[in-house]
């Protein structure tokens, strides 16, 4: 297929030397890295330092991913993926040093001041390097790896939080990750699901002790600690007994990533009295105007809220990608638990959304709210597919689902799958879904008052996803707000 | 002295049909006009052309806007410098708190026209202001815009960004459709209390109630896409007397 072919030759030609070099020296024998092998995952996990076990459960993945086929359920089209056609284990690039804010591209410069972020955070997330011995300014040191490190991995490990990479945690907590890894997205999942664990790269992994509330959104780390993260993430945050914490995941900058394939996992568990909160805003390249290029994001994200009265709420911002396959979904397992999906999914271009939520109640008085706002523009297509259902002893299971769907312009499609099934007659499920299109009339109407075009797209789409916007804290609001408005610039006239 | 408004011989089509065909009045500030006329006479086509709506071409004829060529302007432009039309059926926007619309809006106009924004305090009490003079009460401005209203809480919307924006040119667009009595009583207040030497408007109806409200001072006929009679306000009661027929003949 041409887009991986060009997205391959690219990577070639940045660090495929490199690349090559290093795992010729390892496995000298073998054949040429491209492609995935036993000889692959057992790379991966060599560089990885991995043990053995770990190895095996990697390899049991891959043997079952050899007997898998591609889901094809979802509404999206793309030419087929040559699985032996991409880099498996791209190490994390060696960012080109660059000395000051004035090399960096202008027009990557521009987005990041669209999204008022500040020069000093744009300098960190560009690897801008500064001289040794210059004053070190607050938001530096929290974008300083090191610096993150001592200060707030200091304040995490007072209260007993566990918070690092998900490679060191399989060294530093094997007992934990042994527990947890898989339970919630077993290894024979799905197809990508089942790819990830054989090859993936890394990612976080939290662990809140009981009765612990973690001090502080899991957020700024995050951005440095993953911005090289490859395609295959692979994240596991556990709270145990009445811990609570707040995940942010997502660079709210506009990354250029331009590796084709991201197939990641992500596997929450909350233990009785628990509650995670995770929310992402995904902007990866969408493709150009013509749909060449763009990631192809399938993503496999769940919770397990294992024990009783414990929550677990997904919000989503997705703007990027040319293709999104993503379910945050929750198992419902323990009694009274509850489960949230926030979502916000915008397409433009050429993109293809094919994503919501899945519900399931197995737990007795067990609710779900799906609140679910699709917006398309441009040629692209929207669709919300969803899950909910109740298990045959998930007696007093609630759901309420409302996906509302906006259109933009007459050439772009909006669908909305739901699947709804109850297998006791005490559940009470509610589905309501409106479509509707910004009517030139109402355009109009704001732009007698003075806004323009743009703005008054801007501001119609914000108050359609106000709901969903209200559940993302509030440093991650303004910022979502703004990158909504400029991912339909130019959808309109 | 230079008119505020001209329109000059004005020629529009819509989807190949003409609408306007070669429509001339000319409105001075401190003026209210009335344009009167049966229903498919153009009238409304008039307020959408000068406040610049997509859909229309203008084929023939001008509108000069202080002297300056206004279908040169992009609409927001128009907004800014000081047109205002208050629309017939005033759209809902959810989610979008009227107070935010105000606010969007009103910055949107000072910062094109070169001048600072409004402080949010500023602002505030301008509204609170303004709000009160037309009994609008301050929740109604906490709702989604237009959503939920009552007909004549729209209407009293419109007057309002009216009264916020200021403008130099108001077009009301049969601003009596759907209010009862009290309503419009209402709604024509706070019309009367902008009138000023300054500001003109164009008020388009087909009835003459809405007339013994805001009294006008010079009353125009419209029939098929033209101005067939001018005269003052007395013209407005005796059309009301003897229908549009006789006018209709003269435009054919």
């Known amino acids: ?493 | 002295m230079t008119a505020l408004l001209e329109v000059k011989d004005l020629q529009v089509r819509v989807d190949d049909r003409e609408i306007l065909h070669g429509l001339t009045m000319t409105v001075n500030g401190g003026e209210v006009h009335a344009i009167m006329g049966p229903n498919g006479s153009g009238k409304s086509t008039l307020s959408h052309v000068i406040a610049g709506k997509p859909g229309y071409e203008v084929t023939g004829g001008e509108i000069l806007f202080k002297g300056e060529d206004l279908l040169e302007m992009e609409p927001d432009e128009r907004a800014a410098k000081g047109v205002f039309l208050a629309f017939q059926y005033p759209v809902e926007i959810p989610g979008v708190t009227t107070m935010n619309f105000l606010r969007t809006a009103v910055n949107a106009q000072r910062k094109a026209r070169g001048e600072d924004e409004y402080l949010v305090p500023d602002f505030l009490r301008k509204v609170r202001e303004v709000a009160a003079s037309l009994n609008i009460p301050m929740d109604m401005l906490k709702r989604g815009v237009n959503v939920g209203f009552s007909g004549g809480e729209k209407k009293r919307n419109e007057v309002l960004q009216m009264a916020l924006f200021q403008p130099s040119l108001c077009i009301l667009d049969e601003m009596d459709s759907g209010l009862d009595i009290d309503a419009l009583r209402v709604a024509a207040d706070g019309v009367n209390a902008l009138r000023s030497p300054d500001r003109a408007m164009v008020v388009i109806t087909h009835y003459q109630r809405l007339l013994n409200y805001i009294v006008p001072d010079v009353v125009h006929v419209m029939s098929q896409g033209r101005v067939v009679k001018s005269g003052g306000k007395e013209l407005a009661l005796e059309l009301e007397a003897t229908g549009y027929a006789q006018y209709e003949e003269v435009a054919a």
């Open chain 1, 1 to 493: 297929m041409a887009a991986v072919q060009e997205t391959v030759d690219r990577v070639r030609q940045i660090d495929v030397d490199q690349y090559r070099y290093g795992f010729e020296t390892i496995i000298e024998s073998e054949k040429a890295p491209k492609g995935l092998s036993e000889d692959t995952v057992r790379y991966i996990s060599a560089k990885k330092n991995e043990p053995a076990w770990m190895l095996e459960w990697r390899l049991e993945a891959y043997r079952r991913w050899l007997t898998m086929e591609e889901p094809k359920w979802a509404r999206v089209e793309y030419p087929k993926i040559d699985f032996q056609d991409i880099y498996y284990y791209s190490a994390p690039k060696p960012k080109k040093t660059i000395g000051s804010i004035d090399e960096i591209d202008p027009e990557i410069l521009e987005t990041y001041k669209k999204l008022g972020i500040p020069l000093r955070e744009i300098e960190a997330l560009e690897g801008v390097v500064r001289p040794e011995g210059e004053r070190k300014i607050a938001v530096d040191a929290v974008f300083d790896s090191v610096s993150v490190a001592t200060t707030f991995q200091k304040e995490l490990k007072q209260a007993g939080v566990i918070f690092m990479p998900i490679s060191e945690a399989i060294r530093e907590h094997p007992e934990l990750v042994k527990q947890y890894l898989g339970t919630v997205v077993p290894t024979s999942d799905n197809f990508y699901a089942t790819l990830n664990s054989a090859v993936f790269s890394d990612g976080s992994f939290v662990y809140v002790p009981p009765g612990v509330r973690c001090p502080m959104e899991l957020s700024t780390y995050f951005r440095i600690n993953e911005r090289n993260t490859g395609q295959f993430e692979r994240t596991l945050i556990i709270a145990d007994k009445g811990a609570y914490v707040s995940y942010l995941e997502g660079c709210t900058a506009p990354q250029r990533d331009e590796n084709q394939l991201h197939a990641a996992v992500v596997e929450l568990v909350t233990l009785d009295d628990a509650e995670i909160k995770y929310s992402t805003v995904q902007n990866w390249y969408p493709g150009n105007s013509e749909g060449k290029g763009g990631i192809y994001n399938f993503v496999t994200k769940r919770g397990d809220c294992r024990g009783d009265n414990s929550k677990i709420s997904w919000t989503q911002v997705e703007t990027g990608s040319a293709i999104t396959w993503k379910y945050p979904s929750c198992i419902l397992r323990g009694d009274n638990s509850r489960g949230e999906f926030y979502s916000i999914a915008i397409s433009n271009g050429y993109q293809q959304v094919d994503s919501g939520t899945k519900m399931i109640h197995l737990g007795k008085n067990t609710t779900s709210r799906i609140i679910s706002k699709g917006i398309a523009a441009g040629k692209s297509q929207n669709t919300y597919r969803g899950l909910v259902t109740a298990h045959r002893k998930a007696t007093n299971a609630r759901n309420f689902t409302a996906c509302d769907s906006l259109l933009i312009g007459d050439q772009c499609g909006a669908h909305t799958v739901p699947y709804i099934e109850a297998k006791n007659a005490s559940t009470l499920f509610e589905h309501e879904a409106t479509t509707s299109k910004i009517s030139e009339d109402v355009l109009f109407y704001c732009i007698q008052r003075g806004l323009s075009q743009e703005e008054a797209v801007g501001l119609v789409v914000n108050g359609f996803v106000k709901d969903v916007l209200q559940q993302l804290p509030m440093e991650f609001a303004v910022e979502a707000q703004k990158l909504i408005s400029i991912s339909l610039e130019g959808s309109v006239g």
